[in-house]
C-alpha cells in the first residue's frame, strides 16, 4: 500500500446540493427518498428503505416546474443513503440531468468535491 503522497488524482464531476423529493421504481415496489447532491453522473440520496446494491429502476424528481425521470443503478448503499449511477441512454438523459444541476445552482448551490485532496 502507498502512502497519501502516491494516490493518483482522478477527477470526477463537480456535485451540487440539491435536496428534492424522489422516488424509484425497483421490483419490489417504489421507494421514496429525498436527494442530497446531484453531478453529472449521479446523484446521492436518502431513501425510506434500505437500497440493494445494483438494484437499477427509473428515478422519479420533480424541480421546479418540472418532472424528470431518469434510469438509474445503485452503485452504493449506505444504511438509507444510496449513491445513484445516471444511466445515461441519449441526448435527453442529458438534458434531464442539465435540468438538475440547473436546479441547484439556481438555489445557489456552490459546487464541492471537485477539488484534490491537499498534501
Known amino acids: 500500500m502507498g502512502s497519501d503522497s502516491q494516490r493518483i488524482f482522478v477527477p470526477r464531476a463537480p456535485r451540487f446540493v ?30 425510506e428503505e434500505l437500497m440493494d446494491v445494483w438494484a437499477k429502476g427509473p428515478l422519479h424528481a420533480e424541480v421546479g416546474d418540472s418532472h424528470i425521470t431518469l434510469n438509474v443503478r445503485v452503485a452504493r448503499a449506505n444504511g438509507r443513503e444510496a449513491g445513484l449511477t445516471f444511466l445515461i441512454a441519449g441526448d435527453d438523459d442529458r438534458e434531464a440531468i442539465q435540468k438538475l444541476i440547473d436546479c441547484a445552482i439556481e438555489k445557489g448551490a456552490p459546487p464541492y468535491g471537485d477539488m484534490p485532496p491537499r498534501p
Open 18 to 47: 440539491l435536496e428534492t423529493p424522489v422516488s424509484i421504481e425497483l421490483s419490489e415496489g417504489t421507494i421514496k427518498g429525498q436527494s442530497v447532491n446531484v453531478s453529472e453522473s449521479g446523484m446521492a440520496a436518502i431513501f
